[in-house]
């Protein structure tokens, strides 16, 4: 199991990611996979056996990977990279050269950090065009998780509309290296001054 990724945000610190070991991994990600709130995962009734099998056959996958996110040193999410060419969305959508698609699940927490599920998507989605060859992420949640679709939009993530898929009715949604990036320093600057904000003495002005 080695360290593929690693990235530090400015205010949680370090995030990385590691490849994933079927077995080894396979108790810790059926508490997460088989939590209420991951109830858009699909695998709500899956023991621990069906867990390993999953990511075994992930494993064995050409065109799909795995991978155990790490925060500050603990597992603390999953991430999964596809191509949507041959996983997921063939023939569902207008796929170009360089998509890539993209899964991610944070752990639950019994006590939520602020921030801390969209340090996770930014993390993932660095991950992702970190490799040159990646020029848009393409991501299809379910319609009904609006959650996730804040989330994306707030990456910079664009909806392209509804598909059917066998198991869901999902939201098909796409971001570009330039989307990504200007979405990151829109958030950076918004933080800039939310923390100006903060500590601008009383009466100071705006």
């Known amino acids: 199991m080695s360290v593929v990724f690693t990235r530090v945000d400015d205010r949680l610190g370090a995030f990385a990611l590691r490849t994933l070991d079927p077995e080894a991994d396979a108790p810790l990600l059926h508490g997460w996979v088989t939590h209420p709130k991951a109830a858009f995962w699909l695998m709500q009734d899956a023991d621990e056996a ?11 996958h050409p065109h799909h990977d795995a991978y155990l996110g790490l925060w500050r040193g603990s597992p603390a999410f999953l991430a999964e990279r596809y191509d949507p060419a041959n996983v997921e969305l063939v023939g569902l959508y207008d796929h170009q050269p360089g998509d890539v698609g993209m899964h991610f699940l944070c752990a639950p927490a019994g006590n939520p950090v602020h921030g801390f599920t969209r340090a ?3 993390t993932v989605m660095a991950w992702l065009f970190a490799d040159p060859a990646t020029r848009r992420v393409v991501v299809e949640p379910d319609v009904r998780n609006t959650a996730v679709h804040a989330l994306n939009a ?16 999902a939201l098909l949604s796409v971001c570009t290296r330039a989307q990504f990036e200007a979405a990151a320093e829109h958030a950076g600057h918004t933080a800039a001054a939310e923390s100006a904000a903060a500590t601008r003495p009383e009466g100071a002005p705006a």
Do not use: L, M, S, T
């Open 50 to 60: 069906q867990v390993i099998e999953e990511y075994r056959r992930i494993a064995a």
């Open 120 to 122: 996770v998507i930014r």
């Open 154 to 169: 707030a990456v910079g993530f664009e909806v392209v509309g509804p598909i059917a898929k066998p198991e869901k009715d």
